[in-house]
């Protein structure tokens, strides 16, 4: 059933529901779990996937037609981490390992979101660039190096520079979308050899794991009274905020509507996957209730279902 309202359209699209059924089922106690181990062989797929698609486009592309867009994004990595890392210390009034930790978050992305968002462009009629995957991992890591800054300036943290920068470049997801956009630049026209198992069942393989997806959201809801109520209200209004600026970002460096809306969606992301893995090894005394339970409880389920709407909203109003 296809509707004249895209949010409408978004709700009711496979890869929303299968997340609301993983919710579902984990609210109700049912034991729908997917087998152990196929969690990290279906993160392992999109991301590889992604990066494979984005690095056969990327070869095509002009090199002028990517300055201003991958200029915008590092920008926008820059920018994010301060933003998020004063609002939680100035008006949340928290720690500053727990500042730091979300801006590591926020200033990060989260490469599924960027998916959803590239499944709603192309159920939109107006696909994202074919580049748009280089500005995920553009964006991946400045982020979380500028959080970490933040933590040392701010207060007397004990950080572990070394290993962490080790654990976000090397870590699974940047590995995997950098090398990933390698082999994609690398192989050009002969990515259509696999392209029938990259390309073709990827909806269906992101569908599985949203499934899993939604029984993770519900359980860092279980978090909320720890959490309290600005990180609440921060999951919410910070990236309608940060979608914003990338939207208008992307409108300002002539991405056009399906590229300004997919640099508000990786704007408004919050990373659960690489950030997560940093800050646990450099900031020890941050709390995972906090930054976790912002990121996938709360931003990533109001991205899924209402945030990359309303990106698309704003690039059509202002762009379009």
């Known amino acids: 059933m296809v509707t ?19 919710a579902l089922a984990k609210w109700v106690k049912s034991d729908l779990s997917l087998p152990p181990g196929m969690y990290p062989a279906l993160s392992t797929f999109l991301l590889l996937a992604v ?48 500042s730091a930790a979300l801006a590591a978050h926020y200033g990060s992305v989260s490469a599924v979101t960027f998916t959803a968002g590239q499944a709603f462009l192309q159920s939109a009629g107006t696909p994202a660039p074919g580049f748009a995957p280089a500005l995920v991992a553009l964006m991946e890591i400045p982020g979380i190096i500028v959080a970490l800054f933040l933590a040392r300036s701010g207060g007397p943290q004990d950080l572990h520079w070394k290993e962490a920068v080790h654990e976000i470049v090397t870590g699974r997801s940047v590995m995997l979308l950098l090398g990933g956009l390698l082999v994609g630049a690398l192989a050009g026209h002969r990515f259509e050899i696999v392209k029938p198992f990259f390309v073709d069942p990827f909806k269906g393989v992101l569908c599985l794991f949203m499934l899993e997806m939604g029984t993770l959201a519900v359980e860092r809801l279980s978090d909320l009274r720890q959490a309290g109520v600005f990180i609440v209200i921060l999951g919410i209004v910070a990236p309608v905020i940060l979608g914003t600026l990338g939207v208008f970002a992307g409108l300002a460096v002539k991405m056009g509507v399906p590229g300004a809306t997919i640099l508000g969606v990786l704007s408004a992301s919050a990373s659960y996957i690489a950030a ?45």
Do not use: C, H, W
């Open 51 to 98: 990066g494979l698609k984005g690095g056969t486009e990327m070869a095509e592309a002009k090199f002028g037609d990517l300055v201003g867009p991958m200029g915008a994004t590092i920008a926008l990595g820059l920018s994010i981490p301060f933003l998020i890392f004063f609002a939680a210390r100035k008006l949340g009034k928290l720690s500053v390992a727990d």
């Open 276 to 320: 997560p893995a940093a800050v646990r090894i450099a900031l020890p005394d941050a709390k995972p209730g906090y930054y976790l339970t912002a990121a996938i409880g709360i931003t990533f389920p109001f991205n899924l279902t209402l945030g990359i709407p309303l990106y698309y909203f704003i690039a059509k109003q202002f762009g379009g």
């Open 4 to 22: 004249a309202n895209p949010a409408i359209d978004n709700l009711l699209s496979p890869v929303v529901l299968f997340f609301g059924l993983g």
